[in-house]
């Protein structure tokens, strides 16, 4: 089933969690500094981009869906920046701002099409603020189809146990990216989309595919999830979701070439979650999602999918 264009249009995710400013500089490299042993890069060209959260609910815009964006900045000039691409893009943004706080960005140092150097500005946000995301999420709340929580351990998902509450409450379905090993936060979530990685420091390293579905089917009950996503690079992704003899779908790579992974997992869990928005069943909505996976990374840098590009 493809959804249509207006389907879409009519489709409103909620993305909540940690936005950053992806900074690029371009530059030639044509000699090694007489200061230490690194190379020198004559900057040329520089580039702003939306990352993290901001990355995912640019994603759902770019499919066609509406997305609202909530998330903690600081009262800065990348924050500035960011909002501005946010305004430029079509995404709607609700942002608590914490005069304490550094806008995250994070600037890579790009010399000879590939990726030199990459430096990261960051803070803890406020509680204070924290607390008054919980008003607006609750208001945002009513009118969005599905609601995606973006996790990147930077701090802005302090009250996701009572944001999935309220949301499961409602009835929208829940998507969360994960981030460290206590996945205990997300309990109670439709689904979660860790990679290989990830998911191996929450159960621990499993011995084969038996092994891996045992310990699958163990994280679903404790927190009791809809289903467990994970994406496994080139072997692809395997839904685990209790459904059919198995409990298991496994959906195989699709990318003809991969030429960079930075944000196929924001592209991965944000195209699920506009399908999920206009009623795609888990089972069908993967197999769009492994789809975009495979074209984003065949681009460079944080990017993102089109209509046309997944449908036509």
């Known amino acids: 089933m493809m959804p249509s264009r207006e389907q879409l249009s009519a489709c409103r995710v909620l993305v909540v969690g940690d936005a950053m400013l992806d900074r690029y500089w371009f530059g030639s490299v044509d000699r090694v500094s007489p200061e230490a042993p690194v190379p020198v890069v004559r900057v040329q060209r520089e580039?702003?981009?939306?990352?993290?959260?901001?990355?995912?609910?640019?994603?759902?815009?770019?499919?066609?869906?509406?997305?609202?964006?909530?998330?903690?900045?600081?009262?800065?000039?990348?924050?500035?920046?960011?909002?501005?691409?946010?305004?430029?893009?079509?995404?709607?943004?609700?942002?608590?701002?914490?005069?304490?706080?550094?806008?995250?960005?994070?600037?890579?140092?790009?010399?000879?099409?590939?990726?030199?150097?990459?430096?990261?500005?960051?803070?803890?946000?406020?509680?204070?603020?924290?607390?008054?995301?919980?008003?607006?999420?609750?208001?945002?709340?009513?009118?969005?189809?599905a609601v995606l929580f973006s996790d990147y351990g930077k701090g802005g998902l302090t009250h996701i146990p009572r944001m999935i509450e309220l949301a499961r409450a409602a009835g929208k379905p829940v998507l969360v990216d994960p981030k460290g090993s206590d996945y205990g936060r997300y309990a109670g979530a439709t689904v979660l989309t860790p990679n290989r990685a990830e998911l191996a420091q929450v159960v621990g390293a499993w011995s084969d595919e038996a092994d891996l579905r045992r310990r699958a089917r163990r994280l679903r009950e404790d927190l009791?999830?809809?289903?467990?996503?994970v994406t496994r690079s080139e072997?692809?992704?395997?839904?685990?979701?209790?459904?059919?003899?198995?409990?298991q779908l496994d959906v195989a790579a699709l990318a003809r070439e991969v030429f960079d992974v930075t944000?196929?997992?924001?592209?991965?869990?944000?195209?699920?979650?506009?399908?999920?928005?206009?009623?795609?069943?888990?089972?069908?909505?993967?197999?769009?999602?492994?789809?975009?996976?495979?074209?984003?990374?065949?681009?460079?840098?944080?990017?993102?999918?089109s209509y046309e590009e997944l449908f036509e």
């Open 235 to 247: 072997e692809g992704m395997s839904l685990f979701d209790g459904v059919g003899d198995s409990g």
């Open 263 to 305: 944000g196929a997992g924001d592209t991965v869990i944000a195209t699920l979650a506009a399908m999920l928005g206009v009623g795609m069943s888990m089972r069908d909505a993967i197999q769009v999602a492994n789809r975009a996976g495979g074209i984003v990374v065949g681009k460079f840098g944080t990017a993102t999918v």
């Open 47 to 145: 580039e702003d981009r939306l990352g993290g959260a901001a990355n995912v609910a640019l994603n759902v815009k770019r499919l066609g869906a509406a997305s609202t964006l909530l998330t903690v900045v600081g009262d800065d000039a990348p924050a500035r920046t960011l909002e501005s691409l946010l305004e430029r893009e079509g995404v709607a943004a609700r942002l608590g701002r914490d005069e304490k706080l550094t806008t995250i960005v994070k600037l890579r140092v790009i010399g000879r099409a590939q990726q030199l150097l990459r430096v990261d500005f960051e803070s803890t946000p406020d509680h204070e603020i924290l607390t008054q995301m919980l008003a607006d999420f609750a208001q945002a709340l009513g009118s969005s189809d």
């Open 224 to 229: 009791q999830l809809d289903a467990l996503l």
